[in-house]
């Protein structure tokens, strides 16, 4: 006997640049079903579910949902809201109210916390209700997952950032610094390694968030790499922690915004990297020193996606609609790796992502915490998909003096 | 008779996406003609004439030079010296003692007026040369030129990612102000008109140093913009000046980096941006305020690239040799539009290149001094070449409220 009822879809966090292939799989899928009476997309995430605001997904013609999955950011928009008990008695009674009898929540780990939350109370009352998280995020930091929707993508733009940047660089050499987007979990920030092609390539240090960070490491790293090479590209995480966790930025900014879950806001300014070069400026007798925050862009930029982070996201949004439409379960939609390289598709009980963060294994790091290893360069590589390419340089010979002028 | 002897070919001034089209154009054409006896490129632009550091880019294949054609950033590397009379004369003593008697310098107004100088200094002699300038700047602020090689890339960048912003903008709403690159010329940041579609996307707002910037008027407008859409997403050149042409940045920070031109340091840090943030949240009250500076990425992402610009900057430099090698000529080469939308290409007296900035002309800002006119987007949108594609939203109806619940 299957349960009839509404499909309800949310997406909740930050953006990615394939977090509506993930919607519409959801919505492709769910139409599907004679069980489903209506596909309802809410507006805001969680927000639109306590305010009753929905869109009606079955008047969406696939053609547009098509055009909508290519396009960054969460085309039904997003929250920052991280319900609490009560939150989630509020959405339970309005989704009562609209016979929502699947829920899909696409997001991080705080938005698999919500289902679980959700999911929690449901069970505790008599009303037949399926929900699935689906996963979704550019920190790569979810449990269970070998990697997340939005990480590959994600990775591809820092990674071609990061070819770019070394060959400025490398024309007009100095110290150059890019501050990377990862609170607690230095994923995205490693991706910059898959921009080196040559030995002498950029970025020669990259600095996580796993490992604590001092700053006279840090300048005693940038010189030595200097003197070897003239110049130095450097990739440093946001989110970076001296050795008692406490975020690089809070020694040097006095007031410092919190989001509604308590965290201090990283992103959408330049500060951490203006400090390191100001470091770098005052300890080190070196010219030019530049820092970029690649900010948002990151997450949004229209136009650098990996086709194969666009398949999984499309899938595990069209896995979640199956598990709970044709099987009738609830959980948190897992990627798993399979030999070399694919992946298979599990459903995984909601304790075991929600809430928590998976950070680099120590394979990945290098022992002196300022690389990465060939592990995760092998780890990373299929992620990035298809028709990445690298860097060229003249090979041509030096000209022989005449007037023997030293460089 | 011809003019037997070499050609030198140097790179100057900040990287773009497509200066190595013109490196490229330049060679392979200088490569066919018998009356040169080599072809070198200086290395690190003309600083490394007066070291004499050259590479023999006969022993180039022309396989390589197609494969580095395509890479952002200069191959031959580059340089910020301004050369005086002094450096001139160095370099014309290097190029002597080599046989060089053609010169091309890529670069942009300030590299004009060094070929100026050099040519000038030559033509006192009774030494046979040519010297040629090849337009090259993402500031599209060269005099005569239409537009210039390397803009029209920088502005593709520049568009993507406020189609982006304005997403991820939508999705979690709040103010977000992005820094584009320009010092004197805003041309870039104008180019974010380009990620509009609907009638409600950003960037609402467009600062341009070619219009006096006052902090109210900013703050009034984004006040405005915000109450209307709950959202708003500026686009703002580093080099705004206030009335009395007095850089922002520099009313806001103690010491700023000059560069061996007297310019201000503008790139490379992320002040501005978050300059113009605290002023939004000290004034207005409105949560979620970000800034980004785009910084580096918008001359040296590797993968975003107008195919029109390519086209363009290889026939600048293909057309360089032409003029030099068949026709004896010296100048600058300048690019016209022609139709809507090709181009010609001829040769301008270097004078009236040379040390000059071109800012956006009137009919392209609105009465305002906030935002571009049509008459912008009709000049720029071919220049952002082919495959440029734009946002897609969903259009399905909002459901009828049950409990009727207000947003």
Chains 1, 2 share one sequence.
Not at 133 to 150: Q, R, S, Y
Not at 169 to 183: D, T
Not at 214 to 234: A, E, H, T
Not at 387 to 407: E, M, N, T
Request: a neutral charge; glycine letters at 8%; proline letters at 4%.
């Amino acid at each position: 006997m299957k349960l009839h009822g509404k499909v309800l879809v949310a997406q909740g966090g930050g953006p990615t640049a394939v977090i509506n292939q993930s919607l519409v799989g959801v919505v492709l899928e769910s139409r599907k079903f004679s069980q489903v009476t209506g596909v309802y997309g809410a507006v805001y995430g969680v927000h639109g579910i306590v305010n009753e605001d929905f869109l009606d997904l079955t008047l969406e013609t696939t053609h547009n949902l098509e055009q909508v999955a290519l396009i960054p950011s969460s085309a039904l928009f997003s929250t920052r809201d991280k319900p609490d008990e009560k939150y989630c008695q509020e959405m339970f009674r309005v989704m009562q109210a609209h016979d929502v009898r699947y829920f899909f929540y696409i997001g991080g780990n705080d938005s698999a916390d919500t289902v679980r939350i959700v999911n929690q109370q449901v069970k505790a009352s008599d009303y037949e209700f399926r929900a699935i998280h689906i996963p979704k995020t550019i920190d790569n930091d979810l449990m269970v997952n070998d990697h997340t929707p939005g990480y590959g993508s994600a990775a591809r733009f820092v990674a071609q950032a990061f070819i770019g940047a070394n060959l400025d660089n490398a024309a007009l050499p100095g110290v150059y610094i890019a501050v990377v987007m990862g609170r607690n979990a230095g994923f995205l920030t490693a991706a910059s390694a898959l921009a080196r092609k040559y030995p002498d390539d950029g970025p020669h240090l990259i600095y996580l968030p796993e490992r604590p960070f001092s700053i006279d490491k840090f300048l005693k790293d940038v010189r030595g790499v200097y003197d070897k090479y003239g110049r130095c590209v450097v990739a440093v995480s946001e989110g970076i922690q001296d050795a008692s966790r406490k975020p690089i930025v809070t020694t040097l900014v006095d007031t410092v915004e919190k989001d509604p879950h308590g965290n201090i806001q990283l992103s959408g300014t330049g500060v951490l990297g203006d400090l390191l070069a100001n470091q770098v400026k005052q300890h080190l007798n070196i010219k030019r020193i530049r820092s970029d925050t690649f900010g948002y862009l990151q997450r949004s930029f229209f136009g650098c996606v990996s086709d194969v982070d666009q398949h999984e996201a499309r899938e595990v949004g069209e896995n979640a609609a199956q598990f709970a439409l044709w099987h009738n379960l609830d959980g948190s939609v897992t990627i798993h790796r399979i030999g070399s390289y694919s992946v298979d598709y599990r459903l995984t009980p909601l304790e075991e992502v929600a809430g928590k963060t998976r950070r680099i294994p120590d394979e990945f790091i290098n022992d002196e915490g300022n690389d990465v290893t060939d592990e995760f360069r092998v780890y990373l590589r299929p992620l990035l998909g298809s028709g990445f390419q690298s860097a060229y340089r003249l090979r041509a010979p030096r000209v022989p003096k005449i007037l023997k002028k030293d460089k």
